[in-house]
């Protein structure tokens, strides 16, 4: 029933698990050599979708 009630008002049928899959840090140019932020990516566990976002240093 809860499932039911959460598709209705926000249109997915499950809480999403993130599971942290990579991270790579962000140079600011080519030579440099300490990061200035970084990239994780997240992919759910049940249905595969992934998500990206920067971590500033």
Not at 28 to 54: L, N, R, W, Y
């Amino acid at each position: 029933m809860l499932r039911l009630l959460r598709w209705l008002f926000t249109g997915d049928g499950h809480l999403h698990k993130w599971v942290r899959i990579g991270v790579i840090g962000v140079f600011e140019k080519d030579g440099d050599s300490t990061p200035v932020a970084k990239m994780v990516t997240q992919e759910c566990e049940h249905c595969g979708k992934i998500k990206t976002f920067k971590i500033k240093n």
